[in-house]
């Protein structure tokens, strides 16, 4: 439970795969790289990373934090161009995969968000974001980041 966001302690070479239209059935994608750099604090129940996008000329940076009553994780995002902290996604881990979930809204539609984090190895991760309109029932991927560690 603790300790869950350990594997992605490090540096990492990040490989992102984004839809450059969402919500509109679009099958459009953009590719650029990233670099991020983890850390974990409280003992294992804080993860913080600070991501760059070199071509896009913007930042991020996510906050993870461990309800010990719950054992549920909310996964906070801010993004340099807006300065704006987004709703949490709230969820765990279950079988070496950690699904989480919130509501916030793309562009005015509000929208059910989903992370899923798998295919975790010492040297690789796979993230990837959908958002739903219909309360779940359906979901657009919309956002994916292949994750390799840096030598």
Same mark, same amino acid.
């Given at each position: 439970?603790?300790?869950?966001?350990?594997?992605?302690?490090?540096? #990492?070479?990040?490989?992102?795969?984004?839809?450059?239209?969402?919500?509109?059935?679009?099958?459009?994608?953009?590719?650029?790289?990233?670099?991020?750099?983890?850390?974990?604090?409280?003992?294992?129940?804080?993860?913080?990373?600070?991501?760059?996008?070199?071509?896009?000329?913007?930042?991020?940076?996510?906050?993870?934090?461990?309800?010990?009553?719950?054992?549920?994780?909310?996964?906070?995002?801010?993004?340099?161009?807006?300065?704006?902290?987004?709703?949490?996604?709230?969820?765990?881990? @279950?079988?070496?995969?950690?699904?989480?979930?919130?509501?916030?809204?793309?562009?005015?539609?509000?929208?059910?968000?989903?992370?899923?984090?798998?295919?975790?190895?010492?040297?690789?991760?796979?993230?990837?974001?959908?958002?739903?309109?219909?309360?779940?029932?359906? #979901?657009? $991927?919309?956002?994916?980041? @292949?994750? $390799?560690?840096?030598?």
């Amino acid at each position: 439970m603790s300790n869950d966001f350990d594997f992605l302690h490090g540096s #990492w070479d990040v490989v992102n795969r984004r839809l450059v239209k969402r919500l509109v059935a679009s099958d459009e994608w953009d590719e650029f790289p990233a670099t991020s750099v983890s850390h974990g604090f409280f003992g294992g129940a804080g993860s913080f990373d600070e991501i760059t996008f070199p071509t896009k000329g913007w930042s991020g940076a996510t906050v993870r934090m461990l309800d010990p009553r719950t054992g549920e994780w909310s996964i906070y995002w801010v993004n340099s161009r807006t300065g704006s902290l987004q709703p949490p996604v709230v969820g765990r881990f @279950a079988d070496g995969v950690g699904t989480f979930y919130g509501d916030d809204e793309d562009d005015g539609t509000p929208v059910r968000v989903r992370f899923i984090w798998s295919k975790i190895t010492p040297t690789s991760a796979h993230w990837e974001q959908a958002f739903s309109t219909d309360g779940g029932r359906t #979901w657009e $991927t919309n956002w994916t980041m @292949a994750h $390799t560690r840096r030598p």
